[in-house]
């Protein structure tokens, strides 16, 4: 029997693209299923790889080497306190993204805790100096190491543009600034920093097991 001009061939072709397009929303959910968990398992990692690290960075801290001495990367120089906000961690060379996700970094080149000039340190907005938004001119800040333990208050504090690096120069005197990203609740890559310098007040002793911040977390 022959086919009018109006009718079409048997849509086969087409139930086949039908039940891919039906197919299709179920694959994007597997694959997305599978990016949120290897998410959740990589964060889940980092966070204990970073406590490991802080944990054993406690009693591990090796004597800080003289001024003409390079310190290796990921090498812990000291422990960083600030009571009032609540902040108590290790503090390691360098600045690469392995050392962020592990500790506060002491960036090289700066003085070095009980050396005279400017110790740098940097951490994460979002994980190590995530309290820092909380600070204030006043505040007592600690570094805890092999050369004693060195008291500063802070002295003020200010967010300048990412391409600022005056912040970082030698200060010609014992000072402590710390440096992170602004805003602190910014999603992606934020465009400032957020700093805080400190004037060195006093060296006393380490204190060891009788800090009065012992215990703290960041």
């Known amino acids: 029997m022959s086919r009018r001009p109006y009718e079409c061939e048997p849509d086969t072709v ?3 693209d ?6 299709l929303p179920r694959q994007l959910e597997v694959v997305l299923l599978v990016i949120g968990f290897t998410c959740l398992a990589w964060a889940a990692w980092a966070l204990v790889d970073a406590r490991l690290f802080q944990r054993h960075a406690a009693a591990t801290a090796a004597p800080l080497p003289a001024a003409a001495v390079a310190v290796a990367e990921g090498t812990v120089v000291c422990q960083l306190w600030i009571p ?8 390691a060379e360098g ?5 962020l996700r592990r500790a506060v ?3 090289p080149g700066s ?3 009980g050396q005279s000039g400017n110790v740098v340190l940097a951490g994460h907005r979002d994980s190590f100096f995530r309290s820092l938004e909380r600070i204030r001119v006043g505040d007592a800040i600690y570094l805890e190491s092999s050369a004693g333990t060195e008291l500063y208050v802070v002295d003020w504090i200010r967010v300048v543009a990412a391409t600022d690096i005056e912040v970082l120069k030698d200060t010609g005197s ?9 805003p602190f609740r910014f999603i992606g ?13 006093s060296t006393a002793d380490a204190w060891g097991s009788r800090h009065p911040t012992r215990g703290l977390t960041g």
């Open 14 to 16: 087409v139930g086949d």
């Open 18 to 23: 039908s039940r891919r397009w039906r197919r």
């Open 84 to 91: 009032r906000v609540g902040v108590g961690m290790a503090v």
């Open 95 to 99: 600045v690469s993204e392995r050392t």
């Open 105 to 107: 970094g002491h960036v």
């Open 111 to 113: 003085a070095l805790p």
């Open 174 to 182: 014992a000072t402590l600034t710390l440096v992170t990203c602004y």
């Open 189 to 201: 890559s934020a465009p400032e920093r957020f700093i805080v310098r400190a004037r060195h007040i």
